[in-house]
Nanobody, 123 residues
Framework: VQLQASGGGLVQAGGSLRLTCTAS????????MGWFRQAPGKEREFVAA????????YYTDSVKGRFTISRDSAKNMVYLQLNNLKYEDTAVYYC?????????????????WGQGTQVTVSS
């Protein structure tokens, strides 16, 4: 399974970006997916997750109401819409495929990781 994250870039505070994660290889839609991020000098942290069905989503508190995770299982794609971006959202964003069907918020529940896409928010 290979995961490719894209859509990052440089944006002013208050702006928006849409991240896309494309899965290839031995893919299956019967897994939850998630987005994590890692800022310089900090540990990788959970951002959002979506169950295999798409019916359940979780967000870290700092992005609730601003970020939206969604998926198109027919296309093997997962999206993260980032609105009202803040300087503190600056990080490398990683998509990941969970070990199971339920949305998960911890790193060890994920088996496959993409290479990351840089999001930089200028203040």
């Amino acid at each position: 399974v290979q995961l490719q994250a894209s859509g990052g870039g440089l944006v002013q505070a208050g702006g928006s970006l849409r991240l896309t994660c494309t899965a290839s290889g031995r893919t299956s839609s019967n897994y939850a997916m998630g987005w994590f991020r890692q800022a310089p000098g900090k540990e990788r942290e959970f951002v959002a997750a979506i169950s295999w069905s798409g019916r359940t989503t979780y967000y870290t508190d700092s992005v609730k109401g601003r970020f939206t995770i969604s998926r198109d299982s027919a296309k093997n794609m997962v999206y993260l819409q980032l609105n009202n971006l803040k300087y503190e959202d600056t990080a490398v964003y990683y998509c990941a495929r969970a070990k199971g069907v339920g949305a998960a918020t911890v790193l060890h529940e994920y088996a496959y990781w993409g290479q990351g896409t840089q999001v930089t928010v200028s203040s």
